[in-house]
Every structure is written in structure tokens, then in C-alpha cells.
């Protein structure tokens, strides 16, 4: 993180809006508007508009949030709305409504609503699970290298299909993969809560490897090893009917 975003982040202003965009985000039905105005958000929070306001600006300015007029056919001057990246206020991709859904069981973990709690990890597990190709399921653990990086590979695929730019490399025999996942859709919110994100990726890439049947597995989430990059390492802990051939990387 360089020294330029710290000031940014350390107002508990600042970062109670930019966790409450994420939430509304998560919360909206497919196609709504996510982004709110100053005054939204000063109701929200119980203050002065114009101090809102001097917030949002800073968010703006370090790159936490995005803007966009609304689209109305009302006569008069259009609000200007704030929302995260990747989450545009006004046009939505499906991988953006995906994560929206991810980011509304995130919501729950958050007491905002009173109703039940799940983890940032079982946010992630369930979203994963309900939406991991079902031609790739299986219920049988890898027994030797080739197949288990093949299962690994299908994890990999789902992530990309996910919206994420995964690359990896091998390590102990092919037990071991380093993944370096870029384009984070939560990257806004991990500057701010990387506690929160990195349960979401350990969720997202458990629920994945759950569905193609690798059950007994350590998961190490390494947030922002570069600007924009964390690293997650998967270890099978089943053993191998046959070592992988020396040297073996995919």
C-alpha cells in the first residue's frame, strides 16, 4: 500500500462509506442502480452533506470509488452517484451481478441487519458451490499428481470464469500450487478490509475444490504481495500413488 492511500484509509468516515457501497452493492436485485449520491450517504451515516461530500472526494481521488451521473428523464440536473470500482452505477456486466450476490452473503457477516452471520469463508464456499460448473463435479480425491494439477487446472478455469486473472506454478512433487490471483472484483473493499477478502478467496477456492472432489486440502492466502496481486498456495494432504516426474510446473 503506498504511503499516498494511508491518509486516505485512515478516516473511519471513509471507510464506513466505502464498506456500506460494497454492501448496497450486494444487496440490490439484478439490474438496479448500486451507486448513492452525498445526500444517500449522509443520511446513511448522520452527517452534514458537505462534510460527505469532502470524503467522497477523497475516495474518488484515490481510486476506491467510481461516479457516474444518473439516468433520468427528469427535467433539472442529474445526481451524481458514487459506488465502487468494478461495480459501475449504472451498467452491469453478469460477472458483475455475480459478485454482487457475493458480496450480499458478505453483507451477513456484517451486523447491519440483525439476521444470521455466516463467515466471509462460508460467504465464499456457498457462492462457489452454487456456481462451479457442474460438468467438472466429482466426488474422488486426486491419487496422483497429473490428476490432481488437472483438478487444480478446473479450479483455476472457475476462477477465470469468475472474473479473476490466476497464474500458477508447482512446488514438493506437484503437492504444492502457487496461485497468483490479479483483478480482485473486491479490490476497493481489500485495501480497507483484506481480513474480509482473503476469507472470501479462501471460500471461493475451498467451495472449488470441493466440487471437484479434493476435500483434504491447506489453503495460505497471502494479501497484496504486489498493488494489485495476493498469492494463495494449495496443498493436497492426500497422498500420491505415484510421484510426479521430476521437475514437473504447469
Not at 113 to 141: C, L, Y
Not at 155 to 176: C, F, I, K, N
Amino acid at each position: 500500500m503506498s504511503p499516498e492511500q494511508i491518509p486516505v484509509l485512515s478516516s473511519d468516515v471513509r471507510r464506513r462509506i466505502l464498506e456500506h457501497l460494497n454492501v448496497v452493492a450486494g444487496q440490490a436485485p439484478p439490474g438496479a442502480p448500486t451507486g448513492r449520491s452525498a445526500a444517500d450517504l449522509a443520511a446513511y451515516l448522520g452527517l452534514h452533506v458537505t462534510t460527505v461530500r469532502f470524503h467522497l472526494d477523497q475516495l474518488v481521488s484515490g481510486g476506491y470509488l467510481v461516479t457516474a451521473f444518473e439516468r433520468t428523464p427528469r427535467v433539472g440536473r442529474p445526481r451524481k452517484l458514487y459506488a465502487a470500482p468494478h461495480l459501475d452505477p449504472e451498467a452491469e456486466t453478469e460477472t458483475q451481478r455475480h459478485y454482487q450476490v457475493l458480496a450480499g452473503l458478505l453483507a451477513q457477516s456484517w451486523p447491519v441487519d440483525g439476521g444470521d452471520q455466516v463467515t466471509p469463508e462460508e460467504a465464499g464456499r456457498r457462492w462457489a458451490s452454487g456456481h462451479a460448473d457442474p460438468s467438472r463435479a466429482s466426488t474422488e480425491a486426486a491419487v496422483t499428481p497429473g490428476r490432481w494439477l488437472a483438478k487444480v487446472g478446473d479450479m483455476v478455469d472457475q476462477l477465470e470464469h469468475w472474473g479473476y486473472t490466476p497464474e500458477l506454478s508447482t512446488s514438493a512433487g506437484g503437492r504444492a500450487v502457487t496461485i497468483t490471483l490479479s483483478n480482485c472484483p473486491f479490490l476497493a473493499l481489500a485495501r480497507v478490509r483484506p481480513d474480509v477478502v482473503c476469507g472470501v478467496h479462501h471460500g471461493l477456492i475451498t467451495g472449488a475444490l470441493d466440487h471437484v472432489g479434493e476435500h483434504d486440502v491447506a489453503i495460505e492466502v497471502r494479501p497484496f504481495v504486489g498493488p494489485t496481486r495476493c498469492l494463495v498456495k494449495v496443498t493436497t494432504e492426500t497422498p500420491f500413488t505415484t510421484a510426479a516426474p521430476e521437475g514437473e510446473t504447469r
